[in-house]
């Protein structure tokens, strides 16, 4: 028997000042088995900000400004939130960028149609403020919301996959089989042509590249100690000619420090397996994790030679439509 068609009349805008708990809750159900510990402390952050009547009353203000997931729609059943999708705004080269985000369906109330009418909506909202681009992303091994996504205009632009390293077993890898050596000034235009290569443009209103901490040089290097950044540069080199480079740059307290690798499209096994393993022997005093992000299916078997676990594979789809027209 099929499903009833589904009301609309059950959809109704996220009230940051009442739901946070009740959706951290509902995510953290459906997403229990793929819950990492950045994960974790996000849900445990919502939870902790729903009960905070300082920041609620600045979230009310500030939903359509910030980053975070303060806008949105849920699915609300006999008074229970069964259903949600959070709508986040970005903002890029003076242009408005959303991402859906949380789209979480009760177990019990599945393939009836909610993730469709909640992902509807924020569809709906973001024409509705002029949206340059729409995205959203799905692990790829959840074919069913692929498939809802794809039905609905959403088209696959990028597979990303996140590696990541617990701070636990950094230290002590065997020695790195190729020569280590420090970056220079010269090597900036191959290291620059290679980030783009594995962080392209269109992903940079989500996670823009930091060029400057990643820039080497007498003057980048200046100014990040001026600015206290620490990051760190590893490079391998053939004669003159840069092979492949590694940077790491440290993340707030709690958050994986963030692996940045500039690689040649292939033949740098090797090399980039010699940079990871001396860059866990550097960093072992940090006492942090490590987290790496690369095209899927990029260099897999250096990564995960060097000690790395396979954390997810994103596929980042947009919304094949026109922006909204004033």
Not at 19 to 40: I, K, M, N
Not at 95 to 115: D, E, T
Request: proline share 8%; glycine share 6%.
């Amino acid at each position: 028997m099929s499903n009833p068609p589904v009301p609309p009349s059950h959809v109704r805008a996220l009230n940051i000042l009442r739901d946070l708990p009740a959706v951290a809750s509902l995510v953290e159900l459906c997403f229990a088995g793929t819950l990492d510990d950045e994960g974790r402390r996000y849900l445990q952050q919502m939870r902790l900000s729903g009960r905070d009547s300082s920041f609620l009353r600045w979230a009310a203000h500030a939903a359509e400004t910030v980053s975070m997931p303060l806008n949105g729609f849920v699915w609300e059943q006999d008074g229970e939130i069964i259903g949600n999708a959070s709508l986040i705004p970005y903002r890029y080269n003076k242009q408005k960028y959303f991402l859906i985000a949380n789209v979480a369906v009760h177990p019990q109330h599945q393939r009836g149609g909610i993730g469709r009418a909640l992902t509807i909506a924020c569809m709906q909202q973001a024409r509705q403020k002029n949206a340059w681009q729409t995205w959203l992303h799905v692990r790829d091994d959840n074919p069913g919301a692929i498939h809802l996504y794809e039905s609905l205009g959403f088209q696959a632009r990028l597979r990303r996959s996140a590696w990541r390293l617990p701070f636990d077993r950094i230290a002590h890898p065997e020695p790195a089989p190729l020569a280590i050596t420090r970056l220079r000034g010269g090597d900036w235009p191959q290291q620059q042509a290679f980030l783009r290569r594995l962080n392209p443009e269109s992903m940079a209103w989500y996670q823009a590249t930091p060029w400057l901490s990643l820039r080497p040089g007498f003057f980048p290097a200046v100014e990040r100690f001026l600015f206290g950044d620490m990051t760190r540069h590893w490079a391998v080199h053939d004669n003159k000619n840069l092979l492949a480079a590694l940077s790491c740059q440290p993340m707030p307290s709690a958050h994986p420090a963030r692996l940045w690798a500039a690689l040649p499209p292939s033949g740098a096994e090797e090399t980039l397996y010699s940079l990871l393993l001396r860059a866990r022997r550097d960093l072992a005093s940090w006492r942090c994790s490590l987290a790496l992000d690369l095209p899927a299916g990029a260099y897999a078997d250096s990564v995960q030679a060097a000690g790395f676990s396979l954390q997810r594979t994103l596929i980042w789809m947009q919304a094949d439509e026109t922006p909204a027209k004033n």
